[in-house]
């Protein structure tokens, strides 16, 4: 069974600092690893790894990849409140080469970032 | 905006109710999905309709009864629910295999 872990599960911070999120994986026939943010809402898609050693970088968050070592991190410089949330990590994989995917998530890293 | 749409955002129904989550994405997407959320777990992948043909259901018990009428189309009914039930429901979509993109959810109260 695919299994994927995140910490720390919650995280307090002051604006401008900068974190660093961590995923960690064990699964069969790995395809991508994928990073969402939650707010009270719909997850919204941030990055989808498959390289090792190759960053993805969208303004102040980046993600990159270790095959090798199974994990993943996200980082977020210069914190703001409005990055005040949840980010999710999961393994996406489609099920035997079909025409859809399928995510299994971690818990979850609740980010809160005070003014 | 994803372009995956729930309704109703926010539902509370008594254990003996039968109501309905709906789902619709005008994306083009050929797979969709209904996620479960509770408090504390992780997201859990309840169904996946694929060209709308049920292609997984992650052992749900049949108080959950998806249907999916053409592929922009996704409802959840629900009867009999338990307390536990209470949870957010997110539906998805994707095209070929490609990034899945979530709707706002369903926040459902079981009383």
């Known amino acids: 069974e695919d299994k994927v872990v995140q910490s720390p599960l919650s995280l307090v911070v002051h604006e401008g600092d900068t974190v660093t999120l961590n995923c960690s994986y064990e699964?069969?026939?790995?395809?991508?690893l994928l990073w969402y943010k939650q707010e009270k809402k719909a997850p919204t898609f941030l990055f989808m790894l498959?390289?090792?050693?190759i960053e993805k970088k969208s303004g102040r968050l980046s993600s990159i990849l270790d095959k090798k070592e199974l994990f993943s991190i996200l980082n977020i410089t210069a914190t703001q409140t409005g990055d005040s949330a949840v980010y999710l990590c999961?393994?996406?994989?489609?099920?035997?080469?079909?025409?859809?995917?399928?995510?299994?998530f971690g818990q979850g890293t609740i980010l809160t970032v005070h003014p | 905006e994803t372009g995956v749409t729930q309704t109703p955002r926010h539902l509370v129904m008594g254990m003996t109710n039968k109501k309905s989550l709906k789902c619709e994405q005008h994306?083009?997407?050929?797979?969709m999905y209904w996620y479960k959320q509770s408090a504390k777990k992780p997201l859990e992948l309840m169904f996946v309709?694929?060209?709308?043909?049920?292609?997984e259901n992650n052992s749900v018990p049949s108080r959950f009864s998806p249907e999916c009428p053409n592929s922009s189309h996704l409802f959840l009914h629900l009867h009999t629910l338990q307390p536990e039930d209470s949870a957010l429901y997110l539906c998805?979509?994707?095209?070929?295999?490609?990034?899945?993109?979530f709707g706002e959810g369903s926040w459902l109260t079981v009383v």
């Open positions: 994306l083009g997407h050929n797979a």
């Open positions: 309709y694929n060209f709308k043909e049920q292609t």
């Open positions: 498959t390289s090792s050693g």
């Open positions: 998805a979509s994707s095209k070929w295999g490609t990034t899945i993109y």
């Open positions: 699964v069969t026939n790995f395809r991508s």
């Open positions: 999961a393994h996406y994989t489609n099920a035997g080469g079909t025409s859809y995917g399928k995510l299994t």
